[in-house]
């Protein structure tokens, strides 16, 4: 009975792991997919059907030439090989006998000559159709064939003897590809759009931002939570209601005050505005109330100051709180578009931050989906690596207030 009930919670688990494994996949595969692409030539992402990893086609010099050839795998006597497509968009035309339609040949349209000639062209019916007749030699033999259609074939010939030929069609064609990578894409991407300056001005907006945010929202939370003041609370209420204005009403204000002050199309423009939120300060207020007092009320008969209480005892036990406010700060100063994009001029590439970058990446690089991707990797993955690093603190910060709610 015990095994039974063991064996049935193995199961469970197991099942719930697959399914977790299998959401888990869905949810990455994106991700996946913009690295492996950011690797590609930009042919390789073009490809149909598309394919995960990057791949290049293998070239040979054997034949001579000035540019090395590309191998394409052609079937001959059932053997597949490697051939090298020395010619393509060859003109080739589909002959049929007149009096057996099963018996086809396919050759070069400059090798078959018209019946009659071009202005009076011999036709021949085939199943209630009229063709136009050639000339073509198979075999050393000369026969009169209708012509039932044409195709553009390659010339494929082996590099090991160069005398074997094969007509193909290019396009069904499979290349000859290897596994590779080209990490490139990125050193091109940053060449492309000034991207390393672009990172800079995103790490040093978002650096601003975070501390500036950290600073005023556990002061203003400590505030709130800890002093007593004539119209604290309805001063908190006032400024907790701010969170519902909706952003599109404060642009235009914001911009004149930028203009006003002079910081249109400037980094400050980018810090300052956003180094005060009540979100932020809501979050530190509720998380400073669980804190007992009489930890606060010991360090204040000891003597310890308002500062030093708040640096030495509330900081340290906010350590869930602050790591869930930096990410959300973090993500938020790092994604913004919006308010760049109003505040700093297109032409200043010199002050652009990684989203408005990629946005002009967008156009210039339309042809090339490997570099817009490098581009978006490189935006996407120090939030990414941020969020994995900081989830433990943010899963903490949401139980531990659970248990002392």
Known sequence: MLSSYRLLITIRNLAVYIVLGVIAFFMLF????????????????????????????????????????????????????EFALVQ?????GIYANPNDPTETYEVDVTEATPVGGFVNQEMATIDGEEYPLYEITVDGQTLQVAQVGQTALGRFVDP?????????NVRLSRPVERLTAHPENYRDVVALQNMDRSLSNTILVTLGVVLGTLTTSVLGGYAFARLRFPGRDALF???????????????????????????????VALIVPWIFSAYG???MRQFFITIPREIEEAA??????????????????????????TTFVFLYAWNSFFWPLVVINTGNVDNHVLTLSLNVLRGRASDSPNLILAGA???ILPPMIIYILGQRFFVESATSSAVKG
């Open 300 to 325: 204040l008969i000891d003597g310890a100051s308002r500062l030093q209480i708040l640096w030495r005892i509330f900081l340290p036990a906010s350590t869930p709180a602050l790591a869930t406010l």
């Open 30 to 81: 994106p991700f996946i997919y913009m690295l492996t692409t950011s690797l590609k030539e930009p042919k390789d992402s073009f490809r149909y059907p598309p394919r995960l990893l990057p791949r290049e086609g293998l070239t040979t010099d054997a034949l001579g030439g000035d540019e090395p050839l590309p191998l394409y795998y052609v079937t001959i006597d059932g053997q597949e090989r």
């Open 88 to 92: 393509s968009n060859i003109r080739v």
């Open 160 to 168: 090991n003897d160069p005398a074997v030929e094969v007509l193909q």
């Open 281 to 283: 300060t809501f979050l």
């Open 377 to 379: 990797a490189i935006a």
């Open 237 to 267: 209420v006032l400024y907790l209601g701010t969170i519902m204005i909706p952003f599109v009403v404060l642009v235009t204000p914001m911009y004149q005050l930028m203009v006003a002050i002079g910081w249109v199309d400037k980094i």
